[in-house]
């Protein structure tokens, strides 16, 4: 078997998707643990433009694929949230389809963004849609613990949020996870 761009592509999406996912003190996993659950989960890689739902069926799809990730995991004596399925999820699709090239593309504009603690905070100082008290509710609430509702509940804020027709990717300029600690230069 050739290693391909494909291969490539997935595990590095594995990685980013695994990380950011066991950052939550509610469950650590090692990275190759993510591997496995994800791609029993069908997230190979040969999952493609092709496997994704489109816009109208994404919420659907999304709750299906937490609830098989949340078995998988269980499967490996793993206790998921849907919280924490999601973040495994969007992470991997993040890395695949947003930041692989395909962001204007319908399907992947609704893909659902990761969602964290970082975020959630962000977008209540900046009152955010003007939804300030929803998204300090949600902050409490710990992304890792949301349950289906409740994950459902941000997701449907921030389309209401960001406004018609804008792909939900964009509401990750908010996210400072990316910027140094302070008294830092790393």
Known sequence: MSYTIEEHKHRSAVWGAATGARASMLCRFPVRDGKL?????????????????SPKNIDTK???WRETIIQKAADRNYTFTHG?????????????FVCGGFHDYEKVKCLHPPIDALLLDTLAKINFGGHSRKWRMFFNLRWSKFDSKTYQDVISLMRQSLGPGKPLWKIEQYWSGHQPSRGTDA
């Not at 659950?37 to 739902?53: C, H, M, R, Y």
């Open 37 to 53: 659950i994800l791609e029993e989960a069908g997230f190979t890689a040969k999952f493609s433009l092709a496997n994704l739902p």
């Open 62 to 64: 999304h709750r299906q």
């Open 84 to 96: 924490i399925a999601a973040k495994l999820i969007n992470g991997y699709l993040k890395d695949r």
